[in-house]
């Protein structure tokens, strides 16, 4: 059974950075797509990132582009959100989700994914 446990989340002044983990554990995610997604109070989850486990190919929420970078380290199992210039509009909770296959069609689609962590909560003060 896969598992996928977030780590990293905390309170940030606007303008700061925090970086995101996603420890993967359970099954061989070689060709998996992983994600970021977040969900705000009272908003729908949304989608923030994914790299495709399998060569790195990345994909971005527009609204993320620039500031967010997904990456991840094989060896490790890991899949990192460095978030820079953090805004209050940010604030949310921070899920890391798995889909098997390495398509990377429809990744903004929290259907699309297989498994998903816990989520850690990302507070940003203005």
């Known amino acids: 059974q896969a598992q996928l446990v977030e780590s990293g989340g905390g309170l940030v002044q606007a303008g700061g950075s925090l970086r995101l983990s996603c420890a993967a554990s359970g099954r061989t995610f070689s060709r998996h797509v992983m994600g970021w997604f977040r969900q705000a109070p009272g908003k729908e989850r949304e989608f923030v990132a994914a790299?495709?486990?399998?060569?790195?190919?990345?994909r971005y929420a527009d609204s993320m582009k620039g500031r967010f970078t997904i990456s991840r380290d094989n060896a490790k199992n890991t899949v990192y959100l460095q978030m820079n210039s953090l805004k209050p509009d940010d604030t949310a909770v921070y899920y890391c989700a798995a889909r098997v296959g390495a398509s990377l069609a429809y990744l903004d689609l929290e259907g699309e994914y297989d498994y998903w962590g816990q989520g850690t909560q990302v507070t940003v003060s203005s």
């Open positions: 790299i495709r486990w399998s060569g790195g190919s990345t």
